[in-house]
């Protein structure tokens, strides 16, 4: 009993702010106003009645210093959300106050020093816009601005200089690119390192692998997915894969999507297939189909599911229309699309040790979650 009132004070002390918000010439919405009922949707059944007492959409980061400090004067619990993605329910908040950073989506791009400046609200299809021109990309992390819960601005970062400051920017920017949770303060923005296209093209596509259920075609395919996941694929190359069970259809067995992005040209691609996954090479194809051998499913598909395309044509129409159609699909209002799914990641853990040190035990292979 004592635990529900508090939460009926926490959502009576949180609406209460809503003025005062207001005052400070903060966006807020309230339940019932489309902006509120827009960032409160949830594709993540779990969290789907979450409800906090406002969602707060700042506009620059002294809108969020202001909202901290408040939050701190009146214990009141805060939530950050950018997409809105954490399969723990991280970017959702019951009760409390929700800052929503959808406003907070600058993109600011120093070719000259070959970086790109994310404000922490914006979304991939906002630095594309910037980076379709000259076929670049931003995939490596140089610094990250953070807000704390007493109201400093810390630049978290890589520096060789020996203070207590720079300590303190080191350990942050390690923890920022792995721990998450929201556990170190609000992310306001982010510089990364441009990365040059090899080509002006790429490939990419898509694959869902569904195996037959028998004993044979389960025993390949877990061997073949043994071997995916234990392969050491090239930087150029990105696969990701999602276990799906799909509760409409009436399999038993899970089946598996592969989202592809290659660095690069179709035939190059090919070959690291080929190469990785046992496929059949063009040269050897009729030999090998003349021995009785038969080209397994998954570099087959692979490398028949996937397309070159200009760069700038995937980063400005493909990916967004994939995004879309993946976004419509998750929307609460369609029960027939109820997808369980795992992620698995490779972390690089040497790379992440030279650089950095060796901050966890165990062996740190991979990264995995489930999402419902």
């Known amino acids: 009993m004592a635990q529900v009132q508090n939460q009926q004070d926490i959502l009576h002390l949180g609406m209460e702010q809503v003025g005062w918000f207001k005052s400070k010439k903060i966006p807020v919405h309230t339940p019932g106003e489309v ?31 202001i909202i901290i400090a408040r939050a701190k004067d009146k214990k009141l619990p805060i939530c950050i959300k950018n997409g809105g993605h954490s399969y723990a329910g991280f970017s959702t908040i019951n009760d409390g106050l929700l800052i929503d950073l959808v406003n907070m989506n600058r993109v600011d791009l120093d070719i000259k020093k070959r970086t790109v400046t994310i404000q922490a609200g914006a979304q991939w299809g906002h630095a594309y816009k910037e980076l379709i021109n000259d076929h670049h990309d931003g995939d490596t992390l140089l610094e990250a601005t953070v807000i704390t819960a007493d109201g400093r601005t810390i630049i978290a970062k890589d520096t060789d200089e020996d203070t207590e400051e720079a300590e303190e920017q080191r350990e942050l920017f390690w923890a920022l690119r792995g721990a998450g949770g929201g556990n170190f303060g609000v992310v306001v923005e982010l510089k990364m390192e441009l990365q040059k296209l090899h080509k002006h093209d790429v490939v990419a596509g898509r694959f869902t692998w569904s195996p037959k259920h028998c004993e044979k075609a389960q025993a390949e395919f877990m061997k073949t997915m043994v071997k995916f996941y234990t392969t050491n694929w090239p930087n150029e ?60 499913k998954l570099p087959k598909q692979l490398k028949r599911r996937t397309l070159q395309e200009k760069s700038t044509r995937f980063l400005h129409e493909t990916l967004v229309a994939q ?46 979650g489930i999402q419902g």
């Not at 509120?36 to 969020?64: D, K, M, W």
């Not at 009436?250 to 592809?260: G, I, S, T, W, Y």
């Not at 990785?276 to 040269?283: P, S, T």
């Open 35 to 65: 902006e509120y009922e827009r960032a409160v949707a949830n594709s993540n059944l779990l969290y789907r009645f979450a409800r906090p007492a406002c969602v707060l959409q700042p506009e620059h980061t002294s809108h969020i210093r």
């Open 237 to 296: 190359m990105t696969i990701d894969s999602t276990w799906l069970c799909d509760l409409k259809d009436k399999r038993e067995d899970p089946a598996v999507r592969f989202l592809v992005y290659y660095n690069g040209l179709k035939e190059d691609f090919n070959e690291l297939i080929n190469e990785h996954l046992d496929g059949f090479r063009e040269e050897e194809k009729e030999a090998r189909k003349a021995k009785g051998e038969k080209e397994k």
């Open 323 to 368: 995004w879309s159609e993946e976004t419509i699909r998750a929307f609460p209002s369609n029960p027939t699309y109820k997808v369980y799914t795992s992620f698995v990641f490779g972390n690089g853990r040497e790379e992440i040790e030279k650089d950095h040190g060796n901050h966890q035990e165990g062996d740190g292979n991979v990264q995995s």
